[in-house]
């Protein structure tokens, strides 16, 4: 009986340890040189959801012909049109068909930012909220191409690209949101573990500093010796991390889709994508910043988080967990209206420091990833600027 119970306790002790581990069948796809480690590893399962999620992309209203882009400006047939005046009366109308499926709630239509007695008339806020994504979008096809127009798809984004299908897109963030306060005090966001930031117990809401604010991501360092030119706090640390985790879950990706093992810090040895991604980090505060926050007096408090401050985005907000969003399915040739021109006020993706155009440590200058400016000459962040 003993001999028994004692290879019971040999076989169920190792299957509590592996208790942890994800079962079922994996993917493996290797994405850097032999023995490097970086390989994405993906449960079978979560690759065929995160496909399906990508096919879900809706059709135009109806077709958009040649000859319809032509004719009549919005503007002159139309009162009070500031952003998309213009493009064609047949255009436009085609355009204000596809946000309204996008965004709008069925019973309500084309009343959700209209009043259907004067549709010139901005008294209902959604409208004046929408004129604002509208240059947003705008701004993001036009002077963030490093970021949204990245692979060989060019995909751009559109409405559908973060709302599919709800007036408030499905995954956004606010200040204060999981930091209870509790018999021992306020836990400052520790220990109280978000699906944001893959339920890390470290700092849970690294938005606010990271996506909205500019302090740096930066942790590693050239020497192991405090200097003037880094030192990093551990909080600082603690909040990387989390935005790491929530930005490796928001594109259903291992660290090794940016990082080479090797040296996390080093952009010599990182893929392409992390130059994406660093582009990707500031247009969100653009984003954030120069969009959302500027519409801090128009939203209602339903439209507002714990902290009191309007609902912002994150990576997940369009990405949610492909890497590319929609799989990279190249929505935005349907809708050229929303390429673009940008907006006066739009802001261009910053050039990195003059210190990349002299850095020996780059990422590989490949042109289908990597980013390029105004001119198409090929831009990326110096070695001292780093996202990990």
């Avoid at 995954?171 to 509790?182: L, Q």
């Avoid at 893959?198 to 010796?225: C, D, H, M, Q």
Wanted: positive net charge; glycine residues 8%.
């Amino acid at each position: 009986m003993t001999r028994i119970l004692s290879r019971i306790v040999a076989l169920a002790v190792p299957a509590l340890l592996l208790a942890g581990c994800q079962v079922g069948t994996k993917i493996v796809e290797q994405t850097g040189p032999r023995g490097t480690g970086m390989d994405q590893v993906a449960a079978k399962r979560d690759v065929k959801a995160t496909q399906l999620r990508g096919g879900e992309v809706p059709a135009p209203p109806y077709e958009l012909t040649a000859e319809m882009r032509g004719g009549q400006r919005a503007r002159e047939a139309y009162q009070n049109v500031k952003v998309l005046g213009d493009i064609s009366t047949e255009e436009f109308n085609y355009t204000m068909a596809a946000i309204t499926a996008w965004i709008a709630p069925p019973e309500q239509g084309c009343n959700y930012c209209h009043n259907p007695a004067n549709m010139a008339s901005d008294e209902i806020y959604t409208k004046v909220v929408a004129r604002r994504m509208l240059q947003m979008t705008r701004n993001i096809n036009a002077n963030w191409k490093p970021h949204v127009q990245s692979g060989p798809e060019k995909a751009g984004v559109t409405c559908w690209t973060c709302h599919r299908g709800n007036a408030v897109p499905a995954n956004v963030w606010s200040s204060g949101a999981g930091d209870p306060r509790t018999i021992t005090g306020n836990k400052h966001g520790q220990n109280t573990p978000l699906q944001s930031v893959a339920f890390a117990s470290l700092p849970n809401e690294p938005f606010t500093t990271l996506l909205e604010g500019k302090e740096e991501i930066r942790v590693a360092s050239n020497s192991p010796y405090a200097s003037r030119n880094h030192v990093v706090p551990i909080g600082a640390a603690e909040k990387t991390y989390g935005l790491m985790m929530h930005t490796s879950q928001a594109l259903g990706v291992n660290c090794t889709y940016c990082h080479n093992t090797h040296s996390f810090r080093s952009w010599a040895d990182a893929r392409p994508q992390r130059v994406t991604a660093w582009y990707g980090i500031r247009m969100v505060r653009n984003i954030n910043n120069d969009y959302i926050n500027s519409l801090n007096a128009v939203w209602p408090a339903n439209r507002r988080g714990l902290g009191g401050d309007p609902y912002k985005v994150n990576c997940t907000t369009c990405h949610q967990g492909v890497n590319k969003p929609m799989n990279g399915y190249p929505m935005l040739k349907d809708y050229p209206a929303l390429a673009g021109p940008a907006p006066a006020s739009g802001t261009a993706a910053p050039p990195p420091p003059a210190a990349a155009q002299t850095a020996s440590t780059v990422a590989p200058p490949d042109p289908t990833l990597a980013p390029v400016d105004a001119s198409g000459k090929m831009v990326t962040p110096p070695a001292e600027v780093s996202t990990r």
